[in-house]
T-cell receptor, first 115, second 114 residues
Framework: DQQVKQNSPSLSVQEGRISILNCDYT??????FLWYKKYPAEGPTFLIS?????DKNEDGRFTVFLNKSAKHLSLHIVPSQPGDSAVYFC??????????????FGTGTRLTIIP | DGGITQSPKYLFRKEGQNVTLSCEQN?????MYWYRQDPGQGLRLIYY???????QKGDIAEGYSVSREKKESFPLTVTSAQKNPTAFYLC?????????????FGEGSRLTVL
């Protein structure tokens, strides 16, 4: 049972435009969400996170939006740059139930920025 | 520099052989994890350890074993009982207390069974 879903396996965006990556979750106990970026043959690196008490968190070109009622979050990258081409993983944890140790990951979305 | 070191980066194994993947961290993190990545399946948790001499099974622990004798080290053994061991293996660590779930990952080890 996939509790964190990224329904788009791939996405292509023109350089300079906005990239929007989506993530849905089913477990209502999740209350902390993270995005990771991964280049081929490397480990994922943390990008941005959001707590369930917020609906938006911004860090430079990256903004994450959380819609708790819809159990949906999205990552916006604007403007998109060639170096943003990577696989992006959405992850979730339930601090109240599992502590901060276990993350459940989505299947990833491969973002390609077209120059 | 602080970080997580996984070795070897690439490993080939014959069927029926056990193999051990190394993971060392100098971040002074209490918690360590092993994930497996397969195409189209994201990252799946194999084992995790919150403290020295203690570890728990993750979602896909069958055919794997771990030990946590030192805070810095969390080796993963892929045994011959693992039916489909070819994958990309990722080790990670995190602050156990007061953390926010952020994991720091190593660069991964790619295991290929011949």
């Amino acid at each position: 049972d996939q509790q964190v879903k990224q329904n788009s396996p791939s996405l292509s965006v023109q350089e300079g435009r906005i990239s929007i990556l989506n993530c849905d979750y089913t477990n209502s106990m999740f209350d902390y969400f993270l995005w990771y970026k991964k280049y081929p043959a490397e480990g994922p690196t943390f990008l941005i996170s959001i707590s369930s008490i917020k609906d938006k968190n911004e860090d430079g070109r990256f903004t994450v939006f959380l819609n708790k009622s819809a159990k949906h979050l999205s990552l916006h990258i604007v403007p998109s740059q060639p170096g943003d081409s990577a696989v992006y993983f959405c992850a979730a944890s339930g601090l109240s139930n599992f502590g901060n140790e276990k993350l459940t990951f989505g299947t990833g979305t491969r973002l390609t920025i077209i120059p | 520099d602080g970080g997580i070191t996984q070795s070897p980066k690439y490993l080939f194994r014959k069927e029926g052989q056990n193999v051990t993947l190394s993971c060392e961290q100098n971040l002074n993190h209490d918690a360590m994890y092993w994930y497996r990545q397969d195409p189209g399946q994201g990252l799946r948790l194999i084992y995790y350890s919150q403290i020295v001499n203690d570890f728990q099974k993750g979602d896909i622990a069958e055919g794997y074993s771990v030990s946590r004798e030192k805070k810095e080290s969390f080796p993963l053994t892929v045994t011959s009982a693992q039916k489909n061991p070819t994958a990309f293996y990722l080790c990670a660590s995190s602050i156990r207390q007061g953390g926010t779930g952020e994991l720091f990952f190593g660069e991964g080890s790619r295991l290929t069974v011949l």
